[in-house]
């Protein structure tokens, strides 16, 4: 059975930082993988999409990579800002899937000013 | 475009009231689906269709009943609320397809069962 892990639960750096953020599955056989963001008490806004033929995307000061063999994914955010302070999602599409999305339960992201 | 909405975004009901959560989407996307999210859990999925008139159990279906009539929306039942379903549910959509189509998210509706 898929599952999505990602660690640590929570981060806080100064502003201005670059970060990486992880994300790691049990199961090599997936579609894509998604990265979402969340805001408290708001709805979820998709980052970036990986198809599993693609290693990396990026978009403004996002980039994400996806390592199918080892089963891993990492958020880099360049510059963090205030702004970026938010829950960050990643979930994957297995090949058996029906296109259920398998989640992680997230990482916190608090950037001090 | 609006995208994917539901109503309400908030809702207090008492243990053994049925309510419905309305979702709708514009974007003629064939496959729509509910999930839940609980506090320090992934999303699940409770339901979900591909297209009008096709609907399937998900991860942790029991107490919700779903229907597909048409194929803009996507109406999730509570039958008889219990405590366990205080949660924040979101539907999604997309093309239907094999593999490569992104899910687009509503906002969200906070449910409180007391």
């Known amino acids: 059975k898929q599952e999505v892990t990602q660690i640590p639960a929570a981060l806080s750096v100064p502003e201005g930082e670059n970060l990486v953020l992880n994300c790691s599955f049990t199961?090599?056989?997936?579609?894509?993988l998604q990265w979402f963001r969340q805001d408290p008490g708001k709805g979820l806004t998709s980052l970036l999409l990986?198809?599993?033929s693609q290693r990396e995307q990026t978009s403004g000061r996002l980039n994400a990579s996806l390592d199918k063999s080892s089963g891993r994914s990492t958020l880099y955010i360049a510059a963090s800002q205030p702004g970026d302070s938010a829950t960050y999602l990643c979930?994957?599409?297995?090949?058996?899937?029906?296109?259920?999305?398998?989640w992680g339960a997230g990482t916190k992201l608090i950037i001090k000013p | 475009n609006a995208g994917v909405t539901q109503t309400p975004k908030f809702q207090v009901l008492k243990t053994g009231q049925s309510m419905t959560l309305q979702c709708a989407q514009d974007?003629?996307?064939?496959?729509m689906s509910w999930y839940r999210q609980d506090p320090g859990m992934g999303l699940r999925l409770i339901h979900y269709?591909?297209?009008?008139?096709?609907?399937d159990q998900g991860e942790v279906p029991n107490g919700y009943n779903v229907s597909r009539s048409t194929t803009e929306d996507f109406p999730l039942r509570l039958l008889s609320a219990a405590p366990s379903q205080t949660s924040v549910y979101f539907c999604?959509?997309?093309?239907?397809?094999?593999?490569?189509?992104?899910?687009?998210f509503g906002p969200g509706t906070r449910l409180t069962v007391t």
């Open positions: 999604a959509s997309s093309v239907a397809g094999v593999g490569i189509y992104e899910q687009y």
């Open positions: 974007m003629n996307h064939e496959y």
């Open positions: 269709s591909v297209g009008a008139g096709i609907t």
């Open positions: 199961d090599s056989a997936i579609y894509n």
């Open positions: 990986i198809q599993s």
């Open positions: 979930a994957v599409r297995p090949e058996d899937s029906n296109y259920q999305l398998i």
